[in-house]
């Protein structure tokens, strides 16, 4: 495995590789298992595998939150290798907001208008200048998302669209623990009673979709289960895909393109969570 920080360096590097199909996985480090399952599934459909670290201050519309960020460089290395990620890429601030990339504008359809890109603003437009310099820079054939990021995972589909038609995209089931609690970097910053109360993100968007034939006493429910567990919630609705318009009691439907949305915070970290069916 190559650790390469240079912009050049990823260039010559698979220039020379030209024969191989290269898949890419971009993450902010601090890693866990959802992110390696990116990794062990692209490996699984024969790809050569570039991981990117790169803690992208244009996507914090809170400061404190990105002094926070958890940085694990040691122990993300340790965990690629043992999936086998072919190159990983870890650039300065300066190596990837150099002037070689003008910024671009995207047309997201909205998306950054409800949910996670009214709640944190400017976070989408950062997301997309990133990924657009890091998948310049790489040209994979192919990216591998998280669904946890459920609305990210829409955003870089119209990015991919606009700007990189032949790139293959792939969005991999959320990891959960044996609780359901959805792995995320974020949870690192959790007590050890804050990670057993956010079990129940996954304990109320389960029996809000259990219960749906009675929906807004199940949506009354679940909200107590978040609430009783110190969760404060930003949002949690039931939405249509992909216009993420939400629905009510006469709308819903697990057979169709939807899915249950949550954000909230929980000792100050803020967590996002979905179920999607269909
Ligand atoms: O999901 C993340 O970790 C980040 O938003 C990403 C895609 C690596 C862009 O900085």
Redesign the pocket.
């Known amino acids: 495995m190559l650790v390469l920080t240079k912009t050049e360096e990823v260039t010559t590097h698979l220039r020379n590789w030209d024969d191989f199909h290269i898949a890419m996985v ?3 480090g601090a890693l866990h298992d959802g992110h390696l399952q990116l990794v062990k599934e692209a490996k699984s459909l024969g790809y050569s595998v570039l991981v ?1 670290i ?3 201050p244009r ?1 914090f519309n809170n400061p404190e939150d990105l002094a926070k960020y958890p940085k694990t460089l040691d122990q993300d290395l340790a965990l690629l290798s043992t999936v086998n990620a072919d190159w990983v890429f870890v650039p300065e601030y300066e190596e990837i907001y150099s002037n070689n990339f003008e910024d671009i504008e995207l047309n997201i359809n909205g998306l950054d208008n409800v949910f996670e890109g009214s709640f944190r603003p400017g976070h989408f437009d ?2 997309i200048q ?2 657009y310099r ?1 998948f310049k820079i790489v040209n994979p054939e192919a990216v591998f ?2 669904q946890k ?1 459920l609305q ?1 995972c829409m955003v ?1 589909r119209c990015l991919i669209n606009a700007f990189f038609p032949n790139m293959k995209f792939f969005q991999v089931e959320t990891i959960r623990n044996d609780f359901g609690l959805a792995l995320s ?1 974020r949870n690192q910053r959790l007590s050890p009673g804050g990670l057993l109360a956010a079990t129940s993100i996954f304990k109320a968007m389960t029996a809000l979709k259990d219960h749906r034939k009675n929906y807004l006493e199940a949506l009354r429910f679940a909200t107590s289960i978040l609430t009783n567990a110190g969760i404060e919630i930003e949002y949690f609705n039931w939405i249509e895909l992909p216009n993420m318009n939400v629905l009510d009691e006469n709308s819903i439907d697990v057979n169709t393109h939807q899915a249950i949305v949550f954000a909230g915070y929980l000792e100050g970290v803020r967590l996002i969570d979905n179920l999607v069916f269909d």
């Open positions: 971009p993450t902010m990117s790169f803690v992208n996507q950062g997301v990133v990924l890091f998302f998280g990021d990210q870089v970097s």
